[in-house]
């Protein structure tokens, strides 16, 4: 069994990460038997008093942030000389989404940025910057909320401490705005760089810079142009240049005006899908109109045709013939009558009957037939 820090209230369960200047545990707060992630500095990092005292003050004002994208911080402490931060725990990590996801699409990108953006003015506004925008500090609720965590840490630190002895820096290279790789004074907008490079992350898939080594990664922040999007993603390009602008007077300043921006370009994307599906419309409409077909009937269907034709005969030609044969049966008949009469009128003369009787014999034989048809 691993030996793990000891602290009152708190259970300790596993270890979720080493970083520079402090390992992450999985703990249960005892009381109230909930999950929390325990953030808990390395005691080398605070020999030095006045970086305690700073550090303390900042996680203090962390505590009194309240925000629906800010990580809710439980409790701050100290113990065994090392300085301690409970936190609310979360799981999944927008580096994890964008590794999984490979991209994530604009609609759904745009719309994380704008929560973390929201997050990032109102920290601003009350004096904290971050100094380390990037993927894994970005985590999820289960629902689905983006969360900001490790607010302040850096700015915690004296500047005249080496950082980087331990592996750690003020905010990460590939993530650093222009001044902070020139280590000069900050304020919120270079935050917004730093999401910048993040939202070019996820729409990408890709870092807009990279390098050999760290030098060659803020060299190209110092000195390369705003990254440009390849493909479809350029008629995003406008967000990109405005919140990674070289030079921090050109980038957005609120929120309001990166939501402003964000609209706009999806509007135009709307307007433009638009306009292509009504032009797809109106060229299958006329491609319909225009098209000729030519089919090529197989064996069964001339066969079919075939039979078709010698079971279904023309209507003029049948009833013509059917006339025909209804004159030549109407005409015998008439024949044979004529004939049944001229011999009936012999036989009775014959026999020396006078015609009045002959008329009534034929009158009662026509009469007879009558009734035997009727």
Same mark, same amino acid.
């Given at each position: 069994?691993?030996?793990?820090?000891?602290?009152?209230?708190?259970?300790?369960?596993?270890?979720?990460?080493?970083?520079?200047?402090?390992?992450?545990?999985?703990?249960?707060?005892?009381?109230?038997?909930?999950?929390?992630?325990?953030?808990?500095?390395?005691?080398?990092?605070?020999?030095?008093?006045?970086?305690?005292?700073?550090?303390?003050?900042?996680?203090?004002?962390?505590?009194?942030?309240?925000?629906?994208?800010?990580?809710?911080?439980?409790?701050?402490?100290?113990?065994?000389?090392?300085?301690?931060?409970?936190?609310?725990?979360?799981?999944?990590?927008?580096?994890?989404?964008?590794?999984?996801?490979?991209?994530?699409?604009?609609?759904?990108?745009?719309?994380?940025?704008?929560?973390?953006?929201?997050?990032?003015?109102?920290?601003?506004?009350?004096?904290?910057?971050?100094?380390?925008?990037?993927?894994?500090?970005?985590?999820?609720?289960?629902?689905?909320?983006?969360?900001?965590?490790?607010?302040?840490?850096?700015?915690?630190?004296? #500047?005249?401490?080496?950082?980087?002895?331990?592996?750690?820096?003020?905010?990460?290279?590939?993530?650093?705005?222009?001044?902070?790789?020139?280590?000069?004074?900050?304020?919120?907008?270079?935050?917004?760089?730093?999401?910048?490079?993040?939202?070019?992350?996820?729409?990408?898939?890709?870092?807009? $810079?990279?390098?050999?080594?760290?030098?060659?990664?803020?060299?190209?922040?110092?000195?390369?142009?705003?990254?440009?999007?390849?493909?479809?993603?350029?008629? $995003?390009?406008?967000?990109?240049?405005?919140?990674?602008?070289?030079?921090?007077?050109?980038?957005?300043?609120?929120?309001?005006?990166?939501?402003?921006?964000?609209?706009?370009?999806?509007?135009?994307?709307?307007?433009?899908?638009?306009?292509?599906?009504?032009?797809?419309?109106?060229?299958?409409?006329?491609?319909?109109?225009?098209?000729?077909?030519?089919?090529?009937?197989?064996?069964?269907?001339?066969?079919?045709?075939?039979?078709?034709?010698?079971?279904?005969?023309?209507?003029?030609?049948?009833?013509?013939?059917?006339?025909?044969?209804?004159?030549?049966?109407?005409?015998?008949?008439?024949?044979?009558?004529?004939?049944?009469?001229? #011999?009936?009128?012999?036989?009775?003369?014959?026999?020396?009957?006078?015609?009045?009787?002959?008329?009534?014999?034929?009158?009662?034989?026509?009469?007879?037939?009558?009734?035997?048809?009727?």
């Amino acid at each position: 069994m691993p030996e793990f820090p000891v602290i009152p209230g708190y259970r300790i369960k596993k270890l979720l990460g080493r970083g520079g200047m402090a390992n992450v545990y999985l703990g249960v707060q005892e009381n109230l038997s909930r999950m929390v992630a325990i953030k808990i500095l390395i005691p080398g990092m605070f020999e030095n008093r006045r970086v305690s005292k700073r550090f303390l003050k900042e996680a203090r004002t962390l505590s009194r942030l309240v925000h629906p994208n800010i990580v809710t911080i439980h409790a701050v402490g100290q113990v065994n000389n090392s300085h301690y931060i409970v936190m609310e725990y979360l799981q999944e990590s927008l580096k994890e989404k964008v590794k999984k996801q490979r991209k994530i699409p604009p609609d759904e990108a745009f719309h994380l940025v704008l929560q973390i953006a929201d997050a990032l003015y109102y920290a601003h506004s009350n004096g904290i910057i971050h100094r380390d925008i990037k993927p894994e500090n970005i985590l999820f609720r289960k629902d689905g909320t983006p969360i900001i965590l490790d607010f302040g840490i850096a700015k915690a630190m004296d #500047s005249k401490t080496k950082l980087t002895k331990t592996g750690m820096s003020i905010g990460t290279p590939q993530y650093m705005s222009p001044e902070q790789c020139n280590a000069q004074k900050l304020d919120g907008r270079s935050d917004i760089y730093s999401l910048g490079v993040v939202l070019y992350e996820m729409l990408t898939g890709k870092l807009p $810079y990279t390098a050999k080594d760290t030098l060659g990664v803020v060299m190209q922040h110092l000195r390369e142009p705003v990254p440009k999007l390849p493909g479809d993603l350029k008629k $995003y390009q406008l967000i990109i240049d405005k919140m990674m602008a070289k030079n921090k007077k050109n980038r957005v300043r609120s929120r309001e005006g990166l939501n402003q921006i964000i609209k706009k370009l999806l509007n135009l994307e709307s307007k433009t899908r638009k306009t292509k599906d009504l032009k797809k419309a109106r060229q299958k409409m006329i491609d319909s109109k225009t098209q000729v077909t030519v089919l090529t009937p197989s064996k069964s269907d001339t066969n079919k045709k075939i039979k078709k034709k010698k079971a279904i005969k023309k209507p003029g030609k049948v009833d013509v013939k059917s006339r025909r044969k209804k004159k030549s049966r109407a005409k015998f008949f008439i024949w044979i009558l004529l004939l049944l009469l001229a #011999s009936i009128f012999v036989y009775q003369a014959v026999r020396g009957k006078p015609i009045s009787e002959i008329f009534d014999a034929l009158v009662k034989f026509f009469k007879g037939i009558g009734d035997s048809l009727f």
